[in-house]
C-alpha cells in the first residue's frame, strides 16, 4: 500500500488534498483544479486511491464525485505512523550497531 | 437586535463585500447552533475546509473536535453539484451522518456562474425550500460588491424576495478610518432593530457595537454628522475657548 501512496506526486498531491479538507467532495476536474492540475493528468492516481479504498465514488445527479473514506483515512495514517515508528525502530538499533 | 434570533427554519440572507466579517458571522451562527445542540454544516465553494479550520481556530473555535464528534461538517464542492436535482443529494450523507439544524452556503453569489440568471431564482428558490421542508435553518452568504458604492441593493436577481431575512455587512469609512456596519433590512414575522450599528471581528468572533446615531447616509456610503451633532460641537468649542 504505501508503495502506491508514494509512488507519484500526483497521488502525494491528492492524498494531502482530501487528508487535510476531509469534506471535499468533487469531480474529478474540480478535484484535479484545486491542485493545479487537469483532471485528464490525475485520473490514474485517483483509480489508484479509489482501489485502495482511502478515496470513494459516488453518482450525484448526473455526475461522479469523488470524497474522501474518512475511516479509510485514519487507517492509512495508522499504518504509515506504524511504518515510521519501524523504521525509526530500525534506524536506533543500526545507531547502536555503530 | 433581533429580539431573540433568527426563527427556526428560516432561510436568512448575510450580505456584503469581500473582507466584510460574511464567512466569520456565518461561522459563528453555527458554532452558536452546537452549543445550543443543533448541529450544522457549512457549505463552501470557494474556500478550502483547511483554511477556514484555520481561521476559525484563530477565532476560538475548534471545527475540527466538533467534527469528531459529528456536531458539525464541512464540505466543499462545486454549486453545479449543489444543484443537481437527478437522483441522491450532495448533502444527503451529511445530512444522514449529523442531522443538521442549521446550514450555510457561502456564498449563494457562486451559483450564479452555473446557471442562467434568469434560472437563478428559481434554483435558489428550489434549495432554500429543500432545505425549510427538512426543518432546516439556513444562512446564505450573498456577495455584493455594489453596496460599496453609494447605491444599495442587496441582490440585483430578486433573491430577497425568497428570503426571511436579511443582514447587511457594510464597510464604511468615517472620519478618515475603517469601520464596520451591520443592519438588519428584513425580518418576517417578527420585530427587529432598525438601527444601524456598528461591529468588531474580536478574538471571539463578531461582537456588535453601539448604532450609528451620529452619523447618516451611513449606509449608501457618505455618512455625515446628523445637524444636532454639529451643533454640540460648535457649542463644545466654544466652550473651550472660553476656558
Redesign the interface.
Known sequence: MLETLLASEVTGDLLVLFH????????LD?VAR?IGRTGNSIEEDVRGLVNLGILKT??????E?LLLDRARDREVLDAIAKHLKNLEGVEKIDNTKF | MLHGGFMEGDAVMVAGSAGCGKTTLALQYLVNGVKLGEPGVYVTFEE???QIYRDAKNLGWDLRKL?EENKF??????P??LL???????LDESLRDIQPRRIVVDSLSHLAMFVKESELRREAYRLIMHLKTKGISSLLVWESPQMTGGSFAVTEVGLSFLVDCIVALKPVEIESSMRKALVVLKMRGSDHDKRLREFEITPTGIKIESAFTNYEGVITGSPRRVASEKFMDLFRGAAEKRK
Not at chain 1, 20 to 27: A, E, V
Open positions: 487535510r479538507n476531509p469534506g471535499l467532495i468533487d469531480t474540480s484545486r459516488r453518482r450525484i445527479g448526473r455526475s464525485v | 478550502m475546509p483547511d467534527e461538517r464541512i464540505v466543499c464542492t462545486s453545479n453539484l443537481e436535482s437527478e437522483g441522491e443529494s450532495l
